[in-house]
């Protein structure tokens, strides 16, 4: 009896080295085949014009190519909802926004538990909202803006990138604590919302600054303010929002996210691929004039940073009895 015994636990012992052996392998490999970075906005915004920089930077380090995949709609959750059923092998990330933290608020029903469907890799970026108009718009300040949005109340529109994201919101609590309302509209993206301010169909956007910024620049859109509670160092001559609407404060954000359940070894080579990338020229040079700054750190800063913003607008959400759905 002793002897199939010693042989049994000899053989499992060796079936797991096995098994251990081929996980290492495996990890050690990783990647081997070309990554898909998913972008739950169109193609054109701010969130497009990152990720397309950050996979750049990865697909060097990390020696395959980083695929851009544009998933927009529903405010995020088509693109959130993909990568949340995608295998957990590191192959399918998310550049997250805004949206991420304020859709389980916002929304009564999601395909997928947001506490529990993502695995976080690194925050990425952070920096204000700009409230853009027309380059020939006849509001040259946000008093002018609210001096309208007074006298024909939900006349004014707005455009988002989405419902739930950092532009709907800024809209949102600029109506609540200036008491004005303002009508919004959302799109698919930034890029499209941009486009149809630019040719008149909506009056203004509290755009991201990477989208925003690269318009400014060009005298295609007028910056009215930023949505920083001060000015933002790299759009010093543009005032806070806050200068006009005490209190007034929002923040865009951009995180990286892999399915949950992504081995702890596949998201720490994916931390580090994307924290050497951020800290590049290349990319620092890409956001830094827009009034976006790189922000690095573990994938437990980031989880942290996120529940942090959940609570915050989980209050302004239900202050204010906000839904779209």
């Known amino acids: 009896m002793t002897f199939p015994f010693r042989s049994f636990l000899a053989r499992a012992a060796g079936a797991i080295a096995v098994t251990a052996f081929a996980a290492g392998t495996a990890l050690a490999a990783f990647p081997d085949k070309p990554l898909h970075l998913i972008v739950p906005f169109a193609p054109g915004g701010g969130t497009d014009a990152i990720a397309r920089s950050l996979g750049i930077g990865m697909s060097q380090l990390l020696g395959q190519p980083v695929i851009i995949d544009n998933k927009p709609g529903a405010g995020t959750i088509i693109g959130d909802d993909f990568v949340a059923k995608s295998p957990p092998d590191g192959y399918t990330l998310v550049v997250a926004t805004f949206a991420h ?54 006349k004014l529109t707005y455009a988002s990138q989405g419902n739930g994201t950092s532009a709907h919101l800024a809209g949102e609590m600029f109506d609540n604590l200036a008491k004005v309302h303002m009508t919004h509209i959302p799109y698919k993206g930034a890029g499209p919302a941009l486009t ?34 001060q000015r933002a160092p790299a759009l010093k001559d543009v005032p806070a929002i806050a200068e006009t609407v005490p209190g007034y404060s929002v923040e865009s954000w951009y995180g990286l996210f892999a399915p949950a359940g992504t081995p702890a070894a596949v998201i720490a080579r994916l931390n580090a691929a994307a924290t050497k990338a951020v800290q590049t020229a290349e990319f620092r040079q890409k956001i830094e004039p827009e009034g976006l700054m790189p922000s690095t750190g573990t994938p437990e800063e980031l989880d942290s940073f996120v529940r942090g913003e959940e609570a915050r607008w989980r209050k302004v959400v239900k202050e204010n009895n906000l839904k779209t759905d």
């Not at 389980?104 to 909202?129: H, I």
């Open 101 to 154: 933290a304020v859709n389980p608020s916002l929304m009564s029903k999601l395909p997928f538990d947001t506490d529990r469907a993502f695995a976080p890799v690194v925050l990425l970026a952070r920096g204000p909202n700009v409230l853009v108009v027309r380059a020939d718009s006849p509001f040259k300040s946000v008093k002018d803006v609210l001096n309208a949005a007074r006298k024909t109340p939900g």
């Open 196 to 229: 149809d301010l630019m040719g008149g169909q909506v009056d203004m956007m509290f755009a991201t600054a990477a989208a925003a910024a690269p318009l400014v620049n060009g005298g295609k859109l007028r910056a009215l303010g930023v949505t920083s509670p």
